[in-house]
């Protein structure tokens, strides 16, 4: 027997709460197809009268709203790198590159377009001051829980740093070549002069920081020592970004790169930077809080808190 669905409301659009005041029906009553579908048609409808009971509620609700994510403090965020930084969050070793094949001949060579060629490589005195680098990083313990060995893709700083890889058993896939932010200081028309002559651009840099070397056409850059500093300090940015509590060598192919570098980190005077020069494969830790002391300048006092805007 059928049950009368005119007589007997099934479904409710708004069921009340007891189930008491709904008709009792048994399965008996309703042959097996047609119960599923009247339950299926039942639960549709509630379905729908739920939903229009949603869209019912005022949108001025309010309703507690949990945050996606919370910031890090500002103490610790990462930001732009600036000079000098208030802390470094990796260690870094600063390494000059041994003396070049051009450096033998007592030759400025600065030009970019020559620096992966045989003749920018290390001369063999130059090998033998960038071996005698790399176990000094070893007994420094530089690559004692690994690091990561960043040199100019220059000859020399390339080979310099491979060198230094297999002496300190650093795979090479930790060597990273840097090509253009670690290229050695262009001096301009002084390319290709002898390397005595070098002593007029940093009479230069002692007056200011702005001045360039008289320009060439040969493609050599003419760079200051706000120049190279803009380079270093975009180095230091990327690597303080890509590294958390690392150990970075830096390779340079000259000394202008590291000096001015390390006069940015611990706020020297960037007319100063000369009194930090790197000697071929000499190699520094770099300490934000101190200059090293058998380079400290005449007067020992030429903080830069803005470099290198230095008064």
């Known amino acids: 027997m059928f049950v009368s669905t005119s007589n007997t409301r099934l479904c409710l659009s708004n069921p009340p709460p007891h189930s008491s005041s709904i008709p009792s029906i048994t399965t008996s009553e309703i042959p097996y197809n047609a119960f599923n579908r009247i339950n299926g048609h039942c639960r549709s ?3 729908r009268h739920l939903l229009l009971t949603v869209l019912t509620i005022p949108f001025t609700t309010s309703l507690p709203v949990s945050p996606i994510y919370t910031s890090e403090p500002v103490a610790d965020a990462r930001g732009l790198f600036q000079m000098p930084p208030f802390r470094l969050t990796n260690r870094y070793f600063l390494v000059r590159a041994g003396e070049s094949e051009f450096e033998s001949l ?18 063999e005195k130059g090998k033998k001051q960038t071996v005698r680098a790399a176990f000094e990083l070893k007994e420094m313990g530089a690559c004692e829980r690994n690091c990561w060995i960043w040199p100019s893709i220059t000859q020399r700083a390339y080979q310099a740093a491979e060198i230094i890889a297999s002496v300190n058993g650093i795979n090479r896939s930790y060597i990273v070549p840097e090509y253009s932010f670690l290229d050695a200081r262009g001096l301009g028309a002084y390319e290709g002069k002898n390397l005595e002559s070098i002593s007029e651009v940093y ?4 007056i200011s920081p702005r001045i360039k070397p008289p320009p060439i056409d040969d493609g050599t850059p003419n760079e200051s020592v706000a120049d190279v500093f803009v380079r270093v300090t975009q180095l230091m940015s990327i690597l303080e970004t890509q590294y958390s509590e690392d150990t970075v060598i830096i390779v340079s192919p000259d000394s202008d790169n590291l000096t001015i570098l390390q006069a940015g980190l611990v706020g020297l005077d960037l007319r100063r930077h000369r009194d930090l020069s790197f000697a071929p494969g ?9 200059i090293p002391t058998y380079k400290q300048p005449a007067s020992a006092v030429y903080k830069c808190l803005n470099p290198p805007n230095c008064n």
């Open 106 to 123: 007592g030759v400025i060579n600065t030009n970019p377009v020559a620096k992966t060629s045989v003749d920018s490589g290390l001369s």
């Open 282 to 290: 000499e190699v520094r830790f770099v300490d934000s809080n101190s």
């Open 45 to 47: 409808r509630r379905r």
């Open 203 to 206: 009479a230069s840099d002692s």
